[in-house]
């Protein structure tokens, strides 16, 4: 919990490798995971770094696997995943792969391109053989061709005459066109040929598949009949146009069959090539399948080397590689050993170094998480990544985070099913994890699988104490109320209201856990119940912006600004606790002073507190003023007392007292941090003014006894020293701009809106956890209502035989309503309440989030990594 409360303490570092080592040596920092390079050349090109052949090979392999992983998947094969994690290959390795990789793609673009080239003349010939067939088929419907072509010429009809025409030897063409392009290519061969032409036209039945991209196609074969070379021409020009196939169609039916005949054999022989050429494929496919996942692992670890070593410079004398990065401190004996490590598996004999620098720059924020409090560290990261060192809110979003969802989604059934959820979810997580889905809603889910049990957890304790169960009563330990009301009692009493002052049993005393279950049965339960959970709200709400400003101090502690202390911390508590510390105070004092037989004069709370600030008091009658009565005994006629009355002695004097206190924190947050810093900030002027001062007077006092130097000796020394006294101005000068930096205008601005935003947020973030309340009513009441309108209405129903069966129904409807919109849509809604709740009234009085994650160089999401990635 140490390393989650704060961040890792970072150490900038600066290692020294050996050419020879280097790939080695980063190669094993990859795999430890605790180092942050940094970009040493941010001014170089990409394409003008030293190793950019070597990504550009790595390039080139990725490219080759890309394409038969795109291989693997059109023949549905699955790629493996494997529980290795390979080294990453020495760069001697990388002509291996290489050659492995280009052997592959060669051989397998040369199979695709012969079996494309086999399934194109599969296709020609299976479109030749549907054309004798369809072509025989339609001769024979007609007694032979003779007998179609005297048919044809009486067909061939004159529009204007009615006239047949002279006979004359008929041609014909056949082939295949697309089925969608038939309606088409009938009505333009019969207006561009003048009806002169005649078409017919079947659908092939065999499913033909594109030879390039698989695709089924469907196709119909055509045959046209026409007169004259002319016709002929304008045929096959417009078959052209449609991208019709013409296949040659004896005239001869002998002729026709034998040449079905022999399609159909090469069809034969087509199909055993094809089926050794698809297996030939499958096998250099399934070869690579074995090895294509940890060859994927190899490249990406290799080209993430490389790009790591373009952040180094390179020292050319030495011809060694200089290196920074952030490292955490604990990490540091951890990153010496992977260097010396590495350094032996290079063989090199001078070893690499690892210099522990000092720097102003800001350190990235590392915590280090486990995959339980992962979850709830990147809620805290969707607002904004913490600043070194700052506290983290993580360790107390464990907790807080249920707990105010459960407030708002207190119930015992839907919790226990949103805990068994996110149970089963962890029990196969691992199953779960190494399918890796697709599903982006399920993969949020599983993702907040340990977050979703908890609130489940939770849900079903704030259920025990709200009482409800699927908006139903338990009753463990008997009611406290008199009568005691047994099942009879309460369907006779449909109207029942309940008086504490009548009807409660002081020696009973109250529900030992939660609510009273006699308050479902109530007609004032919700008067009694927005009571309970809005008091409550506002004590959860205000203890936890407490809490936030307390882990402020903690903040200005560590960083040592006591005057944050003064001036932010102690005015802010004491505004906080002086107004709505005051209303908490008053809300117990309130349940303790005030029974059940004490309740004709209990306060009203927020009238009291709204006449504070308006310092507008109703006292007691005589005699009672400032008194501390027993309520029991105190009479309101006599007394005088009313929900407006004041209710504990020196009550006005104590409430103007914190009124005071809280109104001068106002000025004290506003005026008196920028006024100390102007003054630090001048009182540091006159320091610089004064070492300038004496600077000046130091350098002419040297240029003159320079000059009296020169004039003796003849020689010019004193230029040294004039040159000093020159740099040592400037120094002072440089002083005087860092100084100049300061904007008192801006300082100020800027502590103003904080100070108006405190005050104001005080308010309106005590108001904003009334949605505790809120959220909590809304669902209680959405699960009475669906409870009341289905089962209640199905349990009622006397009907014999078909009850079981309106049951069964009303019961799917029952659950399908429950897990839809209670679970799913309230769950939702509490789940973004609560978010809101941590992001804007908790974080904001102490977490700045202004601070940049620690980006580690490591290979362990590599042997998940797709090669799109």
């Known amino acids: 919990m140490g390393a989650l409360f704060r961040s890792e303490e970072m150490n900038l570092c600066q290692i020294f490798l050996q050419s020879e080592a280097s790939y080695a040596c980063v ?82 673009r040369e199979v695709n391109t012969n079996a494309e080239a086999l399934r194109r003349n599969f296709l020609e010939l299976s479109e030749l053989r549907e054309v004798l067939k369809k072509t025989q088929v339609f001769f024979a419907e007609h007694g032979g061709h003779h007998s179609m072509i005297d048919d044809v010429q009486m067909a061939l009809v004159h529009e204007d005459t009615g006239i047949t025409s002279t006979t004359v030897q008929l041609g014909f063409v056949a082939g295949v066109v697309p ?79 034998e040449m079905s005949n022999g399609v159909s054999t090469r069809l034969e022989d087509l199909r055993t090539v094809l089926y050794q050429t698809e297996e030939h494929r499958r096998r250099v496919l399934a070869s690579a399948q074995k090895e294509i996942r940890l060859w994927v692992i190899k490249v990406k670890k290799i080209k993430a080397i490389y790009h790591t070593l373009n952040l180094c410079n390179f020292d050319l004398s030495h011809n060694s590689l200089i290196a920074e990065c952030w490292c955490p401190v604990m990490a540091l004996e951890d990153v010496q050993m992977a260097l010396r490590h590495g350094t032996e598996l290079s063989g090199s004999t001078v070893p690499s170094i690892l210099h522990r620098m000092n720097t102003k720059e800001t350190p990235p924020t590392y915590f280090r998480t486990n995959k339980f409090t992962a979850v709830f560290q990147s809620i805290i990261h969707a607002y904004g990544v913490a600043e070194y060192q700052e506290v983290n809110p993580a360790p107390y979003t464990v907790i807080s985070f249920p ?230 005994t105190a009479d309101p006629d006599i007394t005088g007392c009313t929900s407006q009355t004041t209710f504990y002695p020196n009550q006005m004097i104590i409430q103007l007292c914190l009124v005071v206190v809280a109104l001068l924190c106002v000025p004290t947050m506003l005026f008196i941090k920028p006024f100390v810093l102007r003054h630090r900030h001048n009182s540091m002027l006159k320091k610089v003014e004064g070492r300038r001062a004496g600077l000046t007077a130091v350098s002419q006092s040297a240029l003159i006894h320079n000059e009296e130097l020169d004039e003796q000796s003849g020689t010019g020394n004193g230029t040294a020293d004039k040159e000093q006294a020159i740099s040592d101005i400037e120094l002072g000068s440089a002083d005087d701009v860092k100084l100049e930096e300061f904007d ?88 973004l309440h609560t978010l809101r709740l941590h992001w804007v009234e908790f974080q904001s009085k102490f977490y700045h989030g202004s601070g940049y994650n620690f980006d580690a160089f490591s290979f362990k999401n590599l042997q998940n990594a797709d090669l799109d990635e």
């Not at 995943?81 to 280009?102: G, Q, R, S, V």
């Not at 109320?481 to 369907?491: H, K, R, S, T």
Request: proline content about 4%; glycine content about 6%; some cysteine.
């Open 27 to 108: 190669s094993e920092l990859g795999e430890l995971g605790l180092v942050q390079f940094k970009d040493l050349n941010p001014d170089v090109n990409a394409f003008q770094r030293k190793f950019v052949n070597e990504i550009m090979r790595c390039d080139e392999m990725e490219r080759k696997l890309r394409y038969i992983e795109k291989e693997m998947k059109k023949d549905e094969m699955k790629i493996p995943d494997t529980i290795e994690n390979p080294k990453a290959p020495a760069p001697k390795e990388m002509i291996d792969l290489e050659a492995t990789f280009e052997k592959i793609e060669s051989e397998l």
């Open 179 to 257: 089925r969608e392009k038939i309606p088409v290519f009938e009505r333009m061969m019969w207006f561009a040929c003048r009806g002169n032409v005649f078409l017919r036209y079947e659908d092939i039945d065999q499913v033909m598949k594109d030879p390039v991209t698989g695709d089924e196609i469907f196709k119909s074969v055509f045959i046209v009949f026409y007169q004259g070379e002319q016709l002929k021409a304008r045929v096959r020009k417009i078959c052209e146009g449609f991208k019709a196939v013409l296949y040659p169609c004896p005239e001869n039916s002998q002729e026709r069959f």
């Open 403 to 632: 707990f105010l969802f459960a407030v708002m989604f207190g119930d015992v059934g839907h919790g226990f099913i949103m805990f068994l959820f996110g149970l089963w979810m962890i029990a196969y997580e691992k199953k779960f994890l190494a399918q890796k889905s697709d599903n982006e809603v399920w993969n949020i889910f599983f993702g907040g699988r340990y977050i979703i049990a908890m609130m489940g957890l939770f849900s079903v304790y704030t259920g025990l104490i709200y009482n409800e169960v699927f908006a139903k009563s338990v009753n463990i330990f008997g009611s406290s109320w008199i009568p005691n009301y047994d099942e009879a009692a309460l369907e006779a009493n449909t109207d029942l209201t309940l008086d504490p002052l009548t009807m409660f049993d002081n020696v009973t005393g109250p529900y030992p856990l939660g609510l009273d279950p006699i308050w479902l049965s109530s007609l004032n339960k919700i008067t009694f119940t927005n009571s309970f959970k809005m008091k409550m709200s506002v004590t959860i709400g205000i203890s936890q912006m407490i809490l936030g400003v307390l882990l402020g101090l903690v903040n200005h502690v560590y960083f040592r600004k006591p005057l944050n202390i003064f001036c932010q911390f102690i005015p802010e508590l004491l505004f906080l606790l002086c107004l709505f510390g005051y209303l908490v105070a008053l809300i117990f004092y309130k349940w303790v002073s005030y029974t059940n037989h004490c309740t004709q004069c209990a306060p009203s709370l927020l009238i009291h507190f709204i006449n504070m600030f308006l310092v507008k008091y109703q006292h007691a009658n005589d005699g009672y003023q400032n008194a501390s009565y027993s309520c029991e």
């Open 744 to 831: 008192f205008s801006e300082i100020f601005i800027g502590q103003a809106i904080h100070t108006i935003e405190y005050c104001l947020g005080c308010i309106s973030h005590t108001a904003s956890y009334l949605r505790l309340w809120a959220l909590s009513l809304a669902h209680s009441q959405l699960s009475e209502v669906l409870w009341g309108m289905l089962f209640r209405f199905s349990l009622k129903m006397n009907i014999p035989y078909g009850g079981s069966v309106i049951i069964f129904v009303v019961f799917s409807v029952f659950a399908v309503l429950t897990v839809g919109v209670l679970l799913l849509m309230e769950g939702l809604s509490a789940f």
